[in-house]
C-alpha cells in the first residue's frame, strides 16, 4: 500500500470528522486517496482528501444545508472567505494578502458563523466588521455595523474604491436609494458581484440582477424613481 503523505485522521471538516484512512483510487498521475469519514449525525462515507482539503464537502447528504445560498448572510461569509482565500478575488491584497485570516471555526462551518451572528445581533442591512483592521475575521475581532458606519471607518472609503467613480448610487429591488462610498463594502454588503457592479457603473455593461440598477457620472444616465 502506498504511504499516505499526511495523517489526517481525528480532524474536523465541517461536521465531518476523519476516522481513518480508507485506499487509494485511480491510476497514476491521478490517483486520489479516500478517507473514512464519520458526519455528527452518525452517517458514515469516503470522501477524497483534496475535496476535504479544499473544503468542498463539509456534510454528509442528509445533513448538507439547503437554501443557505439564498440567504444575505451567507453572500457575506462568501465574500469574506473569497477576499481572505482566493488569490484571484480583486479584493484578496487588501485582506488575505495581507495575511487576514478566518478563524478555524468559522471556516470550518458557515453554521457556527450564521450561529454566532444571529447572536450578535445580525440583521439585513448590516456588514461585519473588524474592530482591529490588521486583525483576523474571528468572534473576538468581529461586530455587525450599518453600512455608513463601515464607510466611515474606511475614511468614506475613497482610497479603495477602484471604479474613480463621482457619486455612485444603487436602486435597489425595493426602490430605496443606496449611495455607495465604498463598491468592494457595499457588494459584500448586499451579495452583489463586485466586477458586473463596477461594470454597470461605468456604462459598459447593464445590472439587473436581482433587481438592482446602478447610476454615476459615468453611465450618463438620468435617475427615475
Not at 494578502?97 to 450578535?120: N, P, V
Not at 455595523?145 to 482610497?159: D, K, M, P, Q, W
Not at 463596477?198 to 439587473?208: N, P
Request: hydrophobic share 25%.
Amino acid at each position: 500500500m502506498k504511504v499516505v503523505k499526511k495523517d489526517i485522521v481525528h480532524q474536523r471538516f465541517g461536521s465531518l470528522v476523519v476516522q481513518d484512512y480508507s485506499e487509494q483510487r485511480g491510476e497514476t498521475p491521478n490517483r486520489k486517496t479516500y478517507w473514512l469519514c464519520r458526519c455528527d449525525c452518525g452517517h458514515e462515507m469516503m470522501v477524497e482528501r483534496n475535496a476535504l482539503r479544499k473544503r468542498k464537502v463539509l456534510y454528509c447528504p442528509a445533513c448538507r444545508p439547503r437554501g443557505v445560498r439564498n440567504e444575505k448572510l451567507y453572500h457575506i461569509y462568501h465574500g469574506m472567505r473569497q477576499r481572505c482565500l482566493n488569490p484571484n478575488n480583486p479584493n484578496y491584497q487588501e485582506y488575505g494578502g495581507r495575511g487576514i485570516r478566518i478563524c478555524q471555526e468559522w471556516l470550518d462551518s458557515y453554521e457556527d458563523f450564521r450561529k454566532w451572528a444571529e447572536e450578535h445581533g445580525y440583521c439585513d442591512g448590516l456588514t461585519i466588521d473588524r474592530e482591529k483592521s490588521d486583525g483576523n475575521y474571528c468572534p473576538e475581532n468581529c461586530r455587525w455595523i450599518t453600512l455608513g458606519e463601515n464607510s466611515a471607518r474606511a475614511n468614506v472609503g475613497r482610497h479603495k474604491n477602484s471604479t474613480k467613480l463621482i457619486d455612485p448610487i444603487g436602486v435597489s429591488p425595493d426602490g430605496v436609494i443606496v449611495q455607495i462610498n465604498n463598491l468592494t463594502k457595499f457588494c459584500d454588503t448586499y451579495g452583489l458581484n463586485l466586477s458586473c457592479v463596477s461594470a454597470a457603473l461605468h456604462g459598459r455593461a447593464t445590472y439587473a440582477k436581482s433587481g438592482w440598477h446602478f447610476y454615476s457620472d459615468q453611465t450618463k444616465q438620468t435617475l427615475k424613481v
